[in-house]
């Protein structure tokens, strides 16, 4: 009864989109209204992700039983949004997703449908894992269509959706599936790891494919820090993302992120909070030249602010790790050339006997081209010598293959100090959005 008279509610009170090109010199504002849920906050935030916008600021407010957020958004290119097509289709997609539920689904295995067999994977990382899976697949006639790889901590996340070569179409024999999943589980093992995640036949549907990586990596706790030794520890030290938590009186916890700014940094934010059960009823984004700020007053979906501090711990550990895994390490290459059967298994391998480790990768096809990213260090997390990139691309071709730049290279943020309470301090404000000078306003 309760979730029918949910439904009814949102059927009666629709989400209402506003999107401005006027209110907002160097940005379009959208502005959302809609029926509180969990989740709402992401599934806004995850369709204006994949449309590769990027929200440069937000504020957010769901107390009360209703949402309400602003956002600035502009293209890849830093203009405003001012295709009408492609604004109204933005509507129309925020419009649709507010009124669902979104789906939680939390296993891990292997999903058929009719156009893909969608392979989840996860495991301890090493030089060479990549390669040792596509040459797998590979040799049981599966083709990589498109792919996702994360490396984070030591460990490994894929959402990996291959064909039948022979068909074109999902694998469905129940016996082949069985082969694949196990001959991959037995590559994921390796020689002594301890903690691999099992690999399972889900029931069908479809997910989010960066939001099942993010779910992969956290149920693999990849959170749990590793001690590193070498340069790279120091490093990694000076740069990693800062995050606070303090408890305002019995009401909300207060969490706030200082990063490096890079797309899709609120949406993977949001991820983690939402699939940890965390409700963020109040919250502000802004972001400034290659740093961000993020500030959220959050709940636990019982209700309670964090309590213990062991809870304060996992949650600050599970922020960074979020805020760190799609952080791209090391030289960007990006691969153009003609799709075949066995091409990935072949470009891995001589990544892997040139010594180069993929820290992340991009796995797309297309009207039987191939367009591939992968970013790439030595095996040690260092440059790679330009010397053995000037090689790997004889071997391939340099036209197929081209380097794009090194995100190992980029410039730290400036430090500055931690401003806590800053949103508290502005509150009534950011609820009546008088920074974006809205053209409207709802009683």
């Known amino acids: 009864m309760d979730d029918e008279y949910a439904k009814l509610i949102r059927r009666v009170n629709q ?8 209110a907002c010199e160097d940005a379009t504002v959208i502005q959302v209204d809609c029926v509180n849920k969990h989740g709402i906050l992401l599934e806004v935030v995850q369709v204006l992700t994949d449309m590769n916008l990027t929200i440069t600021k937000a504020y957010i407010s769901s107390d009360g039983g209703w949402f309400m957020d602003v956002f600035n958004v502009v293209d890849n290119d830093g203009n405003k949004i001012r295709d ?6 933005i509507q129309r997609r925020i419009e649709t997703s507010a009124g669902f539920v979104p789906s ?73 599936l069985s082969t694949i999943k196990e001959l991959l589980c037995n590559v994921l093992k390796g020689n002594d790891d301890l903690k691999t995640a099992k690999t399972t036949l889900s029931a069908p549907g479809f997910m ?3 939001r099942r990586l993010h779910q992969i990596m956290l149920a693999d706790r990849d959170y749990e820090r590793v ?61 400034g030249r290659m740093e961000a700020y993020q500030e959220f007053y959050i709940r636990h979906v019982d209700g309670l602010p964090i309590s213990s501090e062991a809870e304060r711990v996992r949650v600050i550990q599970c922020l960074e790790a979020a805020i760190e895994r799609r952080a791209s390490e090391g030289l960007e290459l990006e691969l153009c050339t003609e799709d075949r059967l066995g091409l990935l298994s072949d470009i891995t391998r001589i990544f892997r006997e040139n010594s180069l480790c993929i820290k992340r990768a991009l796995i797309c ?12 260090t030595d095996v040690t997390g260092n440059p790679v010598d330009p010397k053995i990139i000037d090689s790997i691309r004889r071997q391939i071709g340099r036209s197929a293959l081209q380097v794009k730049h ?19 301090g502005n509150l009534f404000k950011a609820r009546t959005f008088q920074n974006f000078k809205l053209i409207r306003s709802y009683s």
């Open 365 to 376: 096809t297309k009207g039987g081209k191939a367009n591939d990213t992968f970013y790439v």
């Open 15 to 22: 989400p209402r989109v506003v999107i401005d090109n006027n």
């Open 406 to 424: 090194s995100t190992a290279l980029a410039p730290e943020p400036p430090h500055q100090e931690t401003t806590i309470g800053y949103l508290f």
């Open 208 to 210: 989010h494919r960066e």
């Open 104 to 176: 939680l689904r939390g296993s891990v295995g292997v999903v058929p449908s009719e156009e893909h067999t969608s392979i989840e994977l996860a495991g301890t990382d090493r030089p060479g894992l990549l390669s040792e899976v596509c040459a797998v697949l590979a040799d049981l006639r599966c083709n990589v269509v498109n792919a996702e790889i994360w490396t984070h901590n030591t460990r490994a996340a894929a959402v990996v959706h291959v064909t039948d070569d022979s068909t074109g179409r999902a694998i469905t024999d129940p016996k082949r």
């Open 84 to 89: 009408k097509e492609v604004v109204d289709y």
């Open 227 to 287: 001690e590193r030794t070498g340069v790279r520890a120091t490093e990694e030290g000076s740069s990693r993302p800062q995050v606070n938590l303090l408890n305002i009186e019995k009401d909300y916890t207060v969490i706030t992120m200082r990063s490096k700014d890079r797309p899709k940094l609120l949406f993977d934010i949001v991820c983690t909070l939402t699939d940890m059960q965390y409700v963020v009823f109040h919250g502000m984004v802004n972001t």
